[in-house]
């Protein structure tokens, strides 16, 4: 269901409510209220609104790893918010030192309770890293989260990442029902191997990410669909700037 305004706010409450802001960058409200944000890139985000790239009453930030595309205004928005940053150990450590103040370290397998969520860290294949004094510094393992929200449902954050066999292990310990996967190929899984995903994790629908922003990333939602449709899965597809409630 599409929302009438590009605020997930505007979702009912007991419902999950999700704006994508461009490229990996979303926004969701759980049913419980808490709002969220996934690896904030806004200012330089070319797919991002104009009038999305200040983000505001943001309480817990996700971010999966170091890449600037993922990390791009995270300290911006965690100052300006108050948010809680969960994050591999390794990346929290570079954010503080940049003056980041709540911070939670974590590593795959790990579990934190926020609110009304309990956010699992797990594993990507991809890599992580960032800049700090002219240096390319390592920023501790690409991740991805599993969302397990008091109302019962569970979201899958895939990250940047390849396809790879633990996804049907995610599937039998957290059975989620929605994922977020990355499309674009070359630097990600391309959109067949992100259908082959979405079976191998037994969601209903995926909300696909990490495609249009740049020429190199090819892949498309109109493939997606085409490889999701003889899987019986959903795709909800959204234009930057767009909600919907899922």
């Given amino acids: 269901m599409r929302l009438p305004s590009d605020s997930p706010g505007e ?42 790239k200040k983000v505001s009453g943001v309480d817990l930030m996700l971010i999966t790893h170091g890449h600037g595309d993922h990390t791009g205004d995270a300290v911006a928005v965690a100052r300006s918010s108050g948010a809680t940053v969960l994050a591999a150990y390794e990346l929290t450590g570079w954010l503080e ?14 579990t934190e309770r926020f609110k009304d969520l309990r956010v699992t860290q797990v594993q990507a294949f991809h890599s992580s890293s960032n800049e700090e004094n002219g240096q390319q510094v390592y920023l501790g393992p690409a991740t991805g989260f599993i969302l397990r929200c008091d109302s019962g449902d569970t979201v899958y954050f895939a990250g940047d990442t390849g396809l790879f066999g633990d996804m049907k292990m995610l599937r039998e310990r957290y059975a989620p029902s929605i994922a977020f996967l990355p499309i674009g190929d070359r630097f990600t899984m391309g959109p067949e191997d992100a259908a082959i995903a979405g079976e191998w994790l037994g969601v209903k629908r995926i909300v696909p990410m990490h495609y249009g922003t740049f020429p190199e990333l090819t892949g498309t939602p109109a493939q997606l669909r085409e490889f999701c449709r003889p899987r ?15």
Avoid: Y
Avoid at 232 to 246: K, M, N, T
């Fill in 97 to 110: 030192r940049q003056g980041v103040k709540n911070t939670r370290g974590m590593n795959i397998g790990g």
């Fill in 11 to 52: 979702a009912p409450a007991g419902s999950i409510g999700v704006t994508w802001l461009g490229h990996a960058t979303f926004l969701m409200k759980s049913p419980g209220g808490t709002r969220i944000m996934f690896d904030p890139w806004l200012t330089g985000n070319p797919s991002c609104p104009e009038k999305s």
């Fill in 232 to 246: 019986g899965i959903d795709v909800v597809e959204l234009r930057p700037g767009e909600a919907a409630i899922l």
